[in-house]
């Protein structure tokens, strides 16, 4: 059984503001947004490479400061539309700054567990990528990799998050996969993958299968590193284990210098509910039955 959305949420509040903003076109621009509510909005190189950005609270008066330390405007924008979160969300400005003057310091898009982390992640995702305008965007921009990647473009996103939305959005079957030296970081199935019986959910902390396109450019760290991509076939059981043995496609990218590996697995040609139906009425008939 699939879960709700425990996010929804805080997709639906950030999409409606920007419908409500009148906003019609992509990209969406975060920082022009929170200027516009007021909000002082200031580029601030950050110590530590896990933080993303801060909210800064003096009684009714905001600012958000984001890292640069990226170098990466996708990313920034992502940090600005995370702080954009706490500040529209009901309930998060008073649970992550105590009292009516303070700051919190936030780890935007690095799937914290922390639940106010968590909400404000996916409300800058639905923020940046609004369903109404990110959906016709999408049948456009084709499939695999080069769709994630000209969809940032058009988002001014990162690749990392634009590939999470895809995922989120597409009514294709497609995992978005992260790895760091060799090992699954994270996972994300649409909901038409999902649905698939027989296979299993790739679990955290998991190694990357080794036949794999995947496996081998991990082999090279300069790979990661500089950005390299590969495109090439690859087995959805390979990944999932199940029992077919279905042919798929497997793009893989650096993400530069923190170490990680973007893989998209597309093009999965999942059987048809008649398909299952014929194969199962198929191994009945060849079944052989005892009579007592
Ligand atoms: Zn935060």
């Not at 990392?160 to 597409?170: E, S």
């Not at 296979?199 to 082999?219: E, G, M, S």
Request: aromatic content about 8%; overall charge negative; charged content about 25%.
């Amino acid at each position: 059984m699939i879960k709700a959305d425990p996010y929804a949420f805080a997709s639906l509040a950030a999409e409606q503001i920007i419908k409500g903003l009148g906003i019609a076109a992509l990209p969406v621009d975060p920082k022009a947004i929170a200027r516009d509510c007021g909000i002082e909005v200031v580029a601030k190189p950050m110590e530590n490479e896990g933080v993303s950005g801060m909210l800064v609270r003096y009684g009714n008066d905001f600012a958000i400061a984001y890292a640069t330390h990226h170098e990466n405007e996708g990313f920034e924008n992502f940090s600005v539309g995370h702080e954009l979160g706490h500040y529209y969300l009901p309930g998060h400005v008073d649970a992550v700054i105590v009292g009516d003057a303070g700051s919190h310091v936030s780890r935007a898009g690095y799937l914290s567990g922390d639940k106010y982390e968590a909400e404000a992640d996916r409300f800058a995702a639905s923020f940046l990528m609004p369903r109404h305008l990110f959906f016709p965007a999408l049948e456009r921009a084709g499939v695999g990799l080069a769709a994630i990647e000209r969809l940032a473009v058009l988002c001014k996103t990162s690749i990392h998050a634009t590939a999470i939305r895809y995922a989120q959005c597409t009514r294709e079957a497609v995992a978005i996969i992260v790895s760091r030296s060799g090992i699954i970081d994270h996972c994300f199935m649409s909901e038409a993958l999902r649905n698939l019986d027989g296979i299993d959910w790739l679990r955290k902390r998991k190694a990357v299968p080794q036949n794999t396109a995947t496996y081998a450019f991990n082999q090279d760290p300069v790979n990661v590193r500089h950005g390299n991509r590969v495109e090439e076939g690859s087995n959805l059981q390979h990944w999932f284990g199940g029992r077919r043995s279905i042919e798929i496609c497997e793009d893989v990218v650096g993400l530069g210098r923190y170490g990680k590996t973007l893989t998209v697995l597309y093009d999965i040609d999942l059987p048809s509910p008649e398909d299952e139906e014929e194969e199962r009425s198929l191994i009945e008939s060849w079944t052989p039955r005892f009579k007592r």
